[in-house]
């Protein structure tokens, strides 16, 4: 089973989610994937948590999903789980609001 079959989207909100990988339990901090949210105009902005990165923008929801299996194919595992850590503990003093979702 490849990652695309394995990630699913989690609704936060009409046009915001959360892309978690299914093949880890709820609770553990690498089921997260993204946060992905629908643009005003079209198109999804994605938030990676694996990554260090600016967001990225995407045409589809599909488009996301090929990016996800990218992302996974490039990232070391043990970089990863750091990078993973490190996100969960993230504040979200000095950002703007529409990116607040991440301090949850």
Known sequence: MNMEQTLIWEPLAPGGWRLCDSRYPVGQVQRLVAYVERGERGGYE???????????????????????????????????????????????????????????
């Open 46 to 104: 994605a938030v990676w948590i694996a990554r260090r990165s600016a967001p990225t923008w995407h045409t589809s929801r599909a488009d996301v999903l090929r990016e996800a299996r990218r992302n996974a194919e490039s990232v070391v595992p043990a970089a990863a789980d750091a990078g993973l850590h490190e996100a969960v503990a993230f504040t979200a003093s000095g950002t703007s609001d529409r990116h607040r979702v991440l301090a949850a």
